[in-house]
């Protein structure tokens, strides 16, 4: 099932509360950008974050799987955890620091 609008941008709004993001639609399901890097997307209504470094040791318990065929595994967060400001604001923080600058 793919992630209608509603899905997304209410997903969206939890993720603004901790850093500036925004999402754009991709082939049916979302990218989301946190400081302007894409940081993850939105797939079947579910929110996946890139792997980093940080988030191997901050989130360990985060299951991680391919968001589509063919795709790197991402960390799979929880409804919970995305309700969770002070965690999302420190899981956030630290991927992005460790995401590539956008390419010019």
Do not use: C
Not at 8 to 14: C, G
Not at 18 to 45: F, L, S, T
Not at 59 to 86: H, N, Q, R, W
């Amino acid at each position: 099932m793919k992630t209608t609008k509603e899905q997304a941008q209410s997903i969206l709004e939890k993720i603004q509360v901790v850093a500036e993001a925004r999402i754009r639609p991709m082939m049916g399901e979302y990218i989301v950008y946190i400081d302007e890097k894409v940081a993850g997307q939105i797939n079947h209504g579910v929110l996946f974050i890139k792997v980093t470094d940080f988030g191997e040791s901050f989130a360990a318990g985060l299951i991680k799987e391919s968001p589509y065929d063919g795709a790197k595994p991402a960390f799979i967060v929880p409804e919970a955890k995305i309700a969770d400001t002070a965690w999302m604001r420190e899981f956030v923080a630290g991927t992005v620091s460790e995401l590539p600058a956008p390419k010019k």
